[in-house]
């Protein structure tokens, strides 16, 4: 999955102490999409390439240290240009610590874009020189990174598995997915989101594993669950455009073992769940 990246490890211990050096790379997003080197679609750019924009420490790779362009205006720079992240991560078959680096860095970069004013009094927010927060000087209110948890669901039926599809956005398979509303428990979550979906009740649900996903901001906790009683699928045509009933052999996975859903995919496939 995206984050097994091992033995190269990610830290994102927040530091003050770090200054940009101009080889250090810098993560610079516009629009959702990411700035990459125009050769390869891989390297991102340095310190160096950047002149009066406003850079915040992230995190290190390997004890590399790598940057935020905070900037919210569109960057042109000779040789780079911007890339949705999804389509480089379909290129990928395994886990890269760029690519995990740069889901990473898109979480953090929503955050900060959307800290920059208390959400209780209004005032123009400092980043604490201790943490990673934001504070706000006026009343003091102090805003932690956000993270949403949301489920992805293997139901299961004897050698068969829900499959699906999104309607729009996400072209490959996938399994029902949804997040977890105030209040409500994951197990909840679970069999609200299936009958949401798909129009069937559950049982025997049992947690798998979890995955940091940091372009949607989340965190997603795997399970898988049994149906219980009738299997008809009711499928929510507004959110679905496929959902299906299918055998482990005629599963299709999707292009690249990055994300929890595939595995859970793949475990049905082989016979291990």
């Not at 891989?42 to 240290?65: A, H």
């Not at 992240?85 to 874009?113: C, E, Q």
């Not at 398979?173 to 994951?186: M, Q, V």
């Amino acid at each position: 999955m995206i984050q097994d990246i091992y033995p190269h490890k990610l830290d994102n211990q927040y530091s003050s102490a770090r200054a940009p050096q101009d080889d250090d790379k810098v993560f610079c997003f516009y629009n959702g999409e990411l700035l990459l080197k125009e050769e390869n679609g891989f390297d991102l750019p340095q310190v160096k390439d950047f002149e009066e924009e406003e850079l915040q420490y992230l995190f290190s790779i390997d004890e590399e240290p790598y940057y935020l362009a905070k900037g919210s205006e569109e960057m042109e720079k000779e040789g780079f240009s911007y890339t949705n992240i999804r389509s480089f991560t379909d290129r990928i078959k395994n886990a890269d610590p760029i690519v995990y680096g740069s889901f990473t860095a898109k979480h953090l970069m929503d955050w900060y874009r959307d800290n920059q004013f208390c959400g209780r009094c209004g005032h123009k927010m400092n980043h604490s020189d201790r943490e990673r927060a934001m504070v706000c000087p006026d009343c003091g209110y102090t805003s932690y990174p956000r993270i949403m948890p949301a489920v992805i669901v293997g139901v299961t039926k004897g050698d068969e598995i829900l499959i699906t599809k999104y309607r729009t956005g996400f072209r490959h398979h996938a399994l029902i997915a949804g997040f977890t509303e105030i209040g409500e428990t994951l197990e909840e979550t679970v069999a609200r989101e299936v009958m949401e979906e798909a129009g069937v009740k559950v049982k025997n649900i049992r947690y798998y594993k979890s995955q940091p996903w940091g372009t949607a901001n989340d965190i997603l906790i795997g399970y898988y669950c049994d149906v219980d009683g009738d299997p008809t699928i009711h499928m929510d045509d507004n959110e679905l455009g496929y959902a299906e009933w299918t055998k482990r052999e005629d599963i299709i996975l999707q292009p690249n073992r990055l994300s929890l859903t595939n595995e859970m995919m793949m475990m049905f496939k082989e016979g291990k769940i």
